[in-house]
């Protein structure tokens, strides 16, 4: 499946503007899986890992889920609450359990 289909995948369970948001791989600095990204101009977007690109497809949804739910807190509750605190731990279950996935599938990034 193709990073943006598996974004696709996500992003449809949830009220965020899909067509909007940009997905690429990018080289990203050593351990970061994935990032999420709210620009200033309210202009969101994922970074993955290059690396993602040789990993399971597995591990590529669960990066993806983790960024999403990033942006779910980002679009609900701003940037400052989107660390991994109480709001992006609900938003990241409850998108893995609108998505067909245990909600211990946040459990997979405890770090990006």
Same mark, same amino acid.
């Given at each position: 499946?193709?990073? !943006?289909?598996?974004?696709?995948?996500?992003?449809?369970?949830?009220?965020?503007?899909?067509?909007?948001?940009?997905?690429?791989?990018?080289?990203?600095?050593?351990?970061?899986?994935?990032?999420?990204?709210?620009?200033? !101009?309210?202009?969101?977007?994922?970074?993955?890992?290059?690396?993602?690109?040789?990993?399971?497809?597995?591990?590529?949804?669960?990066?993806?889920?983790?960024?999403?739910?990033?942006?779910?807190?980002?679009?609900?509750?701003?940037?400052?609450?989107?660390?991994?605190?109480?709001?992006?731990?609900?938003?990241?279950?409850?998108?893995?359990?609108?998505?067909?996935?245990?909600?211990? !599938?946040?459990?997979?990034?405890?770090?990006?």
């Amino acid at each position: 499946m193709t990073l !943006s289909a598996i974004f696709m995948t996500f992003c449809l369970n949830t009220d965020l503007a899909c067509a909007d948001i940009g997905v690429e791989y990018a080289k990203l600095d050593r351990g970061i899986k994935g990032q999420a990204l709210l620009y200033r !101009s309210g202009r969101m977007k994922i970074q993955i890992s290059e690396k993602h690109k040789t990993q399971s497809e597995r591990k590529l949804e669960l990066t993806m889920l983790h960024e999403v739910a990033h942006l779910i807190v980002y679009a609900t509750k701003g940037p400052k609450e989107a660390a991994h605190g109480y709001a992006f731990k609900s938003a990241c279950e409850e998108l893995a359990l609108k998505s067909g996935l245990n909600r211990n !599938s946040c459990a997979y990034l405890s770090k990006h």
